[in-house]
């Protein structure tokens, strides 16, 4: 698969719900930054921050943009998701950096933090 096609079976599997999926496109050592907060680092890491978030009952990423430079593919996105009966949604912008193995080695997520706030609050 070409970059592009790893970071959009990434969004599919989360879209559908598949978790083990989407953590199987990783690297062990993976980096996942959603700016502006700390890092996650590694697959547990990674794990462990979405462990804080609230039961989350649904996701809906929807690509608006996607280009592919190479080993490296950016989106523009709407991440929704189901939380408490309610859709949730923040505007994002994504970088993903695909390794030799074909794994997500560094995932940065740019997003407004007061829109994070208001919709997660």
């Not at 969004?11 to 930054?33: C, K, L, Q, S, T």
Request: proline share 5%; glycine share 10%; charged share 20%.
């Amino acid at each position: 698969m070409s970059p592009q096609e790893i970071v959009e079976a990434f969004i599919a599997a989360w879209n559908r719900g598949d978790a083990p999926a989407a953590f199987g496109m990783m690297a062990e050592d993976v980096v996942w930054h959603n700016i502006p907060m700390e890092p996650a680092v590694g697959i547990a890491g990674c794990q462990a921050l979405m462990a804080g978030f609230p039961p989350i009952e649904g996701t809906e990423w929807i690509v608006h943009h996607i280009a592919a430079n190479g080993n490296v593919v950016l989106t523009e996105r709407t991440d929704k998701f189901l939380i408490g009966g309610r859709w949730r949604a923040i505007r994002v912008s994504g970088t993903f950096e695909i390794n030799a193995e074909g794994k997500i080695a560094h995932w940065r997520d740019y997003f407004d933090m007061l829109e994070f706030q208001r919709e997660f609050a």
